[in-house]
């Protein structure tokens, strides 16, 4: 705390020096003030640093703001832009206006030329703060783009390059993620979009850096055989037993079989044991369809619609876009739907957004609700949380929460505190624990005549027309936590006067969540009121509770009591869970990075060495290399070679014509090496003949040692993405899956580049070459 209170103390010094040119800005003409951006760049280029211009870029950008949108950033807006700069967390309370905000450090950093980029948690916010901002830093002389296209179509490398290099970028976490992993597909220079990543602020930093560390973007590529599998293992996993088959441990959202159940699958599958190298599939699978069945619930993690399964995001309600979601998690959850099952596909890329920051040169974050992490945070990301005072005091009642036995008591206590602000003429955000829930609030809401609106997954489409209504006198608006992060309801006439937004929750929710929602009201210094209404059988509660507390709540239900619950006991054991939830995600979170370190590693080594080879004019040599590994690998399967078997190995990997061995060839390794090595020159010379010039050659060898270092590091990943899966029960013998897990992945990593060799000599001598209409290189690679 002292440190924080010292901390403030020098960002108040720097604040002083932007207020001291205010009167010296707002003096300015227009184009004075226009010209500022020029005379910035050239002070950068003359050797001073982001720093020492930022009093004046900030009071440039802080007036520029004033003149476009008639909004003049606050003195605590400009202290928050002083930590982002800093590359800092700034906490600031929700409403107290974060887009603004971000507009000084995105412009100074920006004026760098090397781009600065603004990750918003959904693609609404990202259009909108950009909409709303662009004039802005166009009159400054910026550029701004929105990081994905707004229509269907697929964007061009030109397009994405266009977005990519303009100053300043809004974009989406999840459309960068993808966006990096498709740039370093590319099997060219001209497919490539990004340049460096350099300065980034992250909104909402907490829902972006930790509610969704654990969870990959991935991209699939070629399907691979589709496994029946997963009908099996559904099928098996519905005779199981609670307890005696299995165990669920909610706190830790883990379900294993146990002994017993391991027996069962044993019988089951028929092998005589589910440890072995060869049934690790059915295990994997047993182990995928469990999780389907007693982890993931239908309404709260995947909506079945239309006949296909769709993820939501648990921290934000939304569906999830992309395949996001673990290697074959997805197929369990359609086998227990019965829906019909989506190809399988092979995981051709894939980063988390922990990895994908640590590309930034300087990375910040802003959240109304990071302290509680700021741990966290600067362990893993050396971020500090500065905690930023609200301009006006926040005069908000956040009720204590009533608590209720069941579903049905709550949800009647809840809607009937909502009709009587309702008649009272106040807005009301009646937030639902499930899109199930929703659909279930708005039917009694209608039984009981009263028009509402509807925001939930289904209707993302309406978003923003919904907010737009939603601080009208008298409006009423269900919907699932999507309303969370970054909504902003603005109040209507005459709603000030009768105590704002009435914020209405009915599902008991993580503490960060519930912070969220509660502040959609009291914005600005407006009135406004928060009330939670939970019940003991809430899914968060009913996942995370102990033995204990399922007792009392069975003795409760006997005494069917339709009171709010009082005891201070169950308060203290309700306050005890959630931070033994936080625990624990904590360090699930603290895993997944230290797997990920392996990867990231890994990811970098294999990036660079594309690149190398994207950039390498004359390929010859590593191609020789390439050969010369293959080769090798391949003579080494076997101690004793005769002709016999070496026109076996060549009809498989050097050549489909008959082979015609010379009558003097000697058998010895190092003879047979000279001789193939001889024979893929040959080889090589001849596919040289078809084409018209070098570059084409080298262009062929390129792609023929890209697709054989591609389809190598897939395999990699899909390795890994089930090894996580494949340690654990060998974790359980005691010894530590997270160094198991990095030991087994560094030894695959090796033995990826073995691979990639003898891949390289398939590629390069089965391959069919031919020059289409306009000359252009066709490789087939069989
Ligand atoms: N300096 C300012 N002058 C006038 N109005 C402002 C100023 N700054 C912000 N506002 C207004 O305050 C409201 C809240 O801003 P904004 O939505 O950016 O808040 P936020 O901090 O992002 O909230 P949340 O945490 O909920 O996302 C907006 O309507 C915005 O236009």
Redesign the pocket.
Known sequence: MVYDSYRLVKIKRILHKVNALTSQMRAMSDEELQSQTQILKSELANGKTVNDILPRAFATIREADYRILG????DV?VMGAIVLNQGNIAE?K???????TATMPLYLNALTSKGAMLLTPNDYLAQRDKEQLQPVYEWLGLTVSLGFSTDDQKATPEIKRSWYNADITYTTASSLAFDYLFNNLATRREDQYLRPFNYVIIDEVDAILLDEATSPFVVSSRPTVQSNLYGLADEFVHTLQPKIDYKLNEDQNAVWLTLHGIRQAQRFFRVPDLFTNETREIYRHIALALRAHFIMKNGHDYLVSEGEVVLLDEANGRLKKGVKVNTGLHQAIEAKEHVDLTPNQQVAASITFPSLFGLFNKISGMS?TAKSDEHEFFEVYKMRVIQIPTRRPVIRHDYPEEIYVTTRQKLIQALDEAITLHKAGRPILLVAGSVENSEIISELLLDRGIPHNVLNAFNIAREAAIIKDAGQKGAVTVATNMAG????I?LGSGVKEIGGLAVIGTEMLPTRVKLQLA?RAG??GDPGSSKFYISLEDSYLAQNSTKRFKNYYRHLQKRSTNRALKNPRLKMSIMMLKDRVAANQQMSRSNVNKNEAALKIQRRDLYQRRDQLMDNPHLEKVVGKWLHRGISLYLASKKQWDAQDLRRLMNQHFTYEVVELPTDLEYSITSLQAYLEQFCQTTLKKHAQKLVNRQQLNQFYRTALLNALDSSWMDQMDYLSKLTARVQPWGNAQRNPNFLYQEKAYQAFEKMFDHAAQKTVDNLMLSNISLNDDNNLVVHFN
């Not at 909004?71 to 606050?74: K, L, S, T, V």
């Not at 929700?94 to 603004?100: A, R, V």
């Not at 992060?485 to 902003?488: A, H, L, P, V």
């Open positions: 909004m003049f950033p606050y807006q600031m929700t409403g107290e206006g974060k887009t603004l109304g992060r970054g909504t902003d603005k502040g914005r600005q």
